[in-house]
């Protein structure tokens, strides 16, 4: 089993910006990926970004929040950070981790309880 821990999440006015954090801890497991979804009200969860754990840290984001919006890790803490800048009322919605892990010889993923980010003035 792992468990992850969020934290970072609040109220924002437009144009600033949020940390978020997302500790992953367990036994027996190898991260491969982590990342992060978003979910505003009436609408199903989107991508946001993601980064492998490999040393490449190869990224991916979505559209909305390219040039905005960086993902990073720290490998040696199973973290992962999304530093959100220039934030549009848009981006408003409930922000969810997400780990992609192999656990003895299975591969799945977890998901954190999730971290409200509102940006409104």
């Known amino acids: 089993q792992v468990q992850l821990v969020e934290s970072g999440g609040g109220l924002v006015q437009p144009g600033g910006s949020l940390r978020l954090s997302c500790a992953a801890s367990?036994?027996?497991?190898?991260?491969?990926?982590m990342g992060w979804y978003r979910q505003a009200p009436g609408k199903q969860r989107e991508l946001v970004a993601t980064?492998?754990?490999?040393?490449?840290?190869?990224?991916n984001y979505a559209d909305s929040v390219k040039g905005r919006f960086i993902i990073s890790r720290d490998n040696a803490k199973n973290t992962v950070y999304l530093q959100m800048n220039s934030l549009k009322p848009e981006d408003t919605a409930v922000y969810y981790c997400?780990?992609?892990?192999?656990?003895?010889?299975?591969?799945?993923?977890?998901w954190g309880q999730g971290t409200q980010v509102t940006v409104s003035s």
């Open positions: 997400n780990v992609d892990v192999v656990e003895s010889i299975s591969r799945r993923d977890y």
């Open positions: 980064i492998t754990i490999a040393s490449s840290g190869r990224t």
């Open positions: 367990g036994s027996n497991f190898a991260l491969l990926a």
